[in-house]
């Protein structure tokens, strides 16, 4: 039965269309030649251009109906790190989700990198997807109206190594103030070696955040009891 099992997926793998993709870090590999942007010492100070004491959603703030399965919250860190969360799918007002934003939004939502150029902001959003396919990554960019309005205008994705396909969009984020954002700390983006520029400052993260791993395991095991 074992030897059934491993002929199947042997099967699938070398039949592939994407049978680079499927090799063991083959997709992380493919992702890297088209990366641009990678975490820095260098601050992005992104609050001079945006509000960053809360998140942004596509949700139309009016209503308190659900305005379709796409609502989404994105949020954009100081220290470059970007979150995105379909979560708000599943709420049904601003102050609920807004007071809750670290406990709702934090294992349910994809993480990237950002970079600011003009009025444009540039994500590169990483998924990792589970078994051998590895890493995958789009590129999104907003148009900043001000301080509190942005708008997602495309998406490029990558399908093979050749080729971008390009999604246009003309989607507006409105702010809303929230406390309690989720922490960096949670990004899988941030763990990555080869997402930062500087070794060194990759390796003094990871001790602090394993201090903060630590103190976050005590802290909920303090709530459960």
């Not at 989720?182 to 990555?192: E, G, I």
Request: charged share 30%; hydrophobic share 35%; glycine share 2%.
């Amino acid at each position: 039965m074992k030897k059934l099992i491993l002929a199947i997926i042997c099967l699938l793998c070398f039949t592939s269309c994407h049978f680079y993709t499927v090799l063991i870090g083959g997709k992380q590999r493919y992702v890297k030649n088209f990366l641009s942007i990678r975490y820095d010492t260098v601050p992005i100070n992104i609050s001079k251009v945006i509000r960053t004491d809360g998140f942004f959603t596509n949700r139309d703030i009016n209503k308190l109906a659900i305005k379709s399965d796409s609502d989404e919250i994105v949020i954009f860190y100081d220290d470059g790190t970007y979150l995105l969360s379909s979560s708000f799918q599943r709420m049904r007002d601003e102050i609920r989700i807004a007071k809750n934003v670290e406990k709702k939004v934090s294992k349910v939502c994809k993480y990237g990198l950002y970079e600011v150029k003009n009025d444009t902001i540039i994500v590169e959003e990483y998924s990792i997807w589970p078994l051998l396919y590895g890493w995958d990554m789009t590129r999104w960019f907003f148009k900043v109206d001000d301080m509190e309005h942005i708008r997602l205008v495309k998406i490029w994705a990558w399908y093979d190594a050749n080729e971008i396909t390009e999604y246009k969009h003309n989607d507006v984020f409105n702010f809303i103030p929230a406390k309690n954002l989720p922490s960096t700390y949670y990004s899988y983006c941030k763990r990555q070696k080869w997402l930062w520029k500087d070794k060194e400052a990759w390796k003094k993260w990871k001790k602090e955040y394993k201090v903060w791993k630590k103190w976050n395991k005590e802290k909920h095991k303090l709530k459960s009891n």
